[in-house]
């Protein structure tokens, strides 16, 4: 069973902007904290951002501070990205994920829960 669905990645310019979307299917996904990660190729997967699950406390890597925000939508069950200025490093299939977070927000064995990816592709 699919739990979590991500949308919104896509063929981009740099400098340019999108904005990506991830649906739970459970209600309980609501009392989870959720990131987004990404991988690309021929590198390991990366921590991007977080939120907990208040959505009172948010993470970034170093990399997309300042560029990105995470947000969440409890009623909807949906998790959200924001990524303005982009680059062309930051070409990727990125993740959503879900879970119960008890040491490290940016620690990708945290989440038990994982999306199937969409593909940012940002051309210079």
């Known amino acids: 069973q699919v739990l979590l669905v991500e949308s919104g990645g896509g063929l981009v310019q740099a400098g340019g902007s999108l904005r990506l979307s991830c649906v739970a299917s459970?209600?309980?996904?609501?009392?989870?904290?959720m990131g987004w990660f990404r991988q690309a190729p021929g590198k390991e997967r990366e921590f991007v951002a977080a939120v907990s699950w208040s959505g009172g406390n948010t993470y970034y890597a170093d990399s997309v501070k300042g560029r990105f925000t995470i947000s969440r939508d409890n009623a909807k069950i949906t998790v959200y990205l924001q990524m303005n200025s982009l680059k062309p490093e930051d070409t990727a299939v990125y993740y959503c994920?879900?879970?119960?977070?008890?040491?490290?927000?940016?620690?990708?064995?945290?989440?038990?829960?994982w999306g199937q990816g969409t593909q940012v592709t940002v051309s210079s």
């Open positions: 994920a879900a879970g119960v977070v008890y040491r490290d927000y940016v620690d990708s064995a945290e989440y038990r829960y």
């Open positions: 459970r209600r309980t996904f609501s009392s989870y904290a």
